[in-house]
Nanobody, 121 residues
Framework: QVQLVESGGGLVQAGGSLRLSCAASGRIFSMTRMGWYRQIPGNKRELVATDTNDGTTNYADSVKGRFTISRDNAKNTVDLQMNSLKPEDTAVYYC???????????????WGQGTQVTVSS
Protein backbone atom coordinates (compact mmCIF):
# COMPACT_ATOMS: atom_id res chain seq x y z
CA GLN A 1 0.00 0.00 0.00
CA VAL A 2 1.35 3.39 -1.02
CA GLN A 3 1.39 6.18 1.52
CA LEU A 4 2.83 9.64 2.04
CA VAL A 5 4.17 10.45 5.48
CA GLU A 6 4.80 14.06 6.46
CA SER A 7 6.82 15.56 9.27
CA GLY A 8 8.11 18.90 10.42
CA GLY A 9 5.08 21.01 11.21
CA GLY A 10 4.76 23.04 14.38
CA LEU A 11 4.48 26.45 15.97
CA VAL A 12 6.79 29.28 15.01
CA GLN A 13 6.86 33.03 15.42
CA ALA A 14 6.40 35.35 12.47
CA GLY A 15 9.66 35.72 10.58
CA GLY A 16 10.83 32.27 11.58
CA SER A 17 11.45 29.15 9.53
CA LEU A 18 10.18 25.60 9.33
CA ARG A 19 11.03 22.67 7.12
CA LEU A 20 8.44 20.12 6.08
CA SER A 21 9.41 16.69 4.82
CA CYS A 22 7.42 14.01 3.04
CA ALA A 23 8.36 10.48 2.07
CA ALA A 24 6.46 8.18 -0.24
CA SER A 25 6.59 4.51 0.62
CA GLY A 26 5.20 1.31 -0.80
CA ARG A 27 5.23 -0.20 -4.25
CA ILE A 28 5.48 2.71 -6.68
CA PHE A 29 5.55 2.06 -10.41
CA SER A 30 6.09 5.66 -11.49
CA MET A 31 5.82 9.18 -10.11
CA THR A 32 5.44 12.37 -12.12
CA ARG A 33 5.07 15.10 -9.55
CA MET A 34 5.38 15.81 -5.84
CA GLY A 35 4.35 18.90 -4.02
CA TRP A 36 2.69 20.67 -1.14
CA TYR A 37 -0.78 22.10 -0.67
CA ARG A 38 -2.36 23.81 2.32
CA GLN A 39 -5.82 24.28 3.71
CA ILE A 40 -7.43 26.57 6.25
CA PRO A 41 -10.68 25.28 7.81
CA GLY A 42 -13.60 26.39 5.68
CA ASN A 43 -11.41 27.12 2.66
CA LYS A 44 -10.44 25.14 -0.39
CA ARG A 45 -7.11 23.34 -0.45
CA GLU A 46 -4.62 25.50 -2.34
CA LEU A 47 -1.35 24.83 -4.09
CA VAL A 48 1.81 25.91 -2.31
CA ALA A 49 4.56 24.41 -4.48
CA THR A 50 5.09 21.52 -6.87
CA ASP A 51 8.08 19.84 -8.51
CA THR A 52 7.70 17.74 -11.65
CA ASN A 53 10.01 15.11 -13.08
CA ASP A 54 11.64 17.50 -15.51
CA GLY A 55 12.66 19.74 -12.63
CA THR A 56 9.99 22.36 -13.23
CA THR A 57 8.86 24.02 -10.01
CA ASN A 58 5.70 25.99 -9.48
CA TYR A 59 4.94 28.25 -6.51
CA ALA A 60 1.91 30.12 -5.28
CA ASP A 61 2.48 33.85 -5.67
CA SER A 62 2.04 34.29 -1.92
CA VAL A 63 5.08 32.13 -1.12
CA LYS A 64 7.48 33.01 -3.93
CA GLY A 65 10.83 34.10 -2.60
CA ARG A 66 10.12 32.67 0.85
CA PHE A 67 9.47 28.95 0.29
CA THR A 68 11.68 26.48 -1.55
CA ILE A 69 10.65 23.00 -2.67
CA SER A 70 13.25 20.29 -3.11
CA ARG A 71 12.76 16.75 -4.27
CA ASP A 72 14.89 13.61 -4.22
CA ASN A 73 13.62 11.40 -7.03
CA ALA A 74 15.74 8.44 -5.96
CA LYS A 75 14.31 8.46 -2.44
CA ASN A 76 10.78 9.58 -3.37
CA THR A 77 10.93 12.45 -0.93
CA VAL A 78 9.99 16.10 -1.11
CA ASP A 79 10.82 18.89 1.33
CA LEU A 80 9.47 22.38 1.74
CA GLN A 81 11.75 24.97 3.31
CA MET A 82 9.62 27.82 4.62
CA ASN A 83 11.36 31.06 5.56
CA SER A 84 10.07 34.47 6.62
CA LEU A 85 6.85 32.87 7.77
CA LYS A 86 3.76 35.02 8.20
CA PRO A 87 0.63 34.46 10.28
CA GLU A 88 -1.31 34.01 7.04
CA ASP A 89 0.80 30.92 6.30
CA THR A 90 -0.99 29.17 9.17
CA ALA A 91 -2.73 26.11 7.76
CA VAL A 92 -2.64 22.35 7.53
CA TYR A 93 -0.04 21.42 4.94
CA TYR A 94 -0.55 18.33 2.81
CA CYS A 95 2.01 16.43 0.82
CA UNK A 96 0.82 15.43 -2.65
CA UNK A 97 2.16 13.02 -5.23
CA UNK A 98 0.94 11.97 -8.65
CA UNK A 99 1.82 8.31 -8.84
CA UNK A 100 1.05 5.07 -10.60
CA UNK A 101 1.30 1.85 -8.64
CA UNK A 102 0.70 -0.75 -11.37
CA UNK A 103 1.14 0.75 -14.83
CA UNK A 104 1.27 4.00 -16.78
CA UNK A 105 -2.52 3.88 -17.06
CA UNK A 106 -3.34 4.35 -13.37
CA UNK A 107 -1.78 7.65 -12.35
CA UNK A 108 -3.73 9.39 -9.61
CA UNK A 109 -3.33 11.87 -6.79
CA UNK A 110 -2.17 10.66 -3.41
CA TRP A 111 -2.25 12.73 -0.23
CA GLY A 112 -0.53 12.67 3.11
CA GLN A 113 -2.40 13.00 6.38
CA GLY A 114 -1.50 16.66 6.81
CA THR A 115 0.71 18.52 9.25
CA GLN A 116 -0.25 21.67 11.12
CA VAL A 117 1.82 24.83 10.69
CA THR A 118 0.99 27.69 13.02
CA VAL A 119 2.68 31.07 12.75
CA SER A 120 2.13 33.43 15.66
CA SER A 121 2.28 37.19 15.30
Amino acid sequence: QVQLVESGGGLVQAGGSLRLSCAASGRIFSMTRMGWYRQIPGNKRELVATDTNDGTTNYADSVKGRFTISRDNAKNTVDLQMNSLKPEDTAVYYCNAVMAIRSYSDFQNYWGQGTQVTVSS
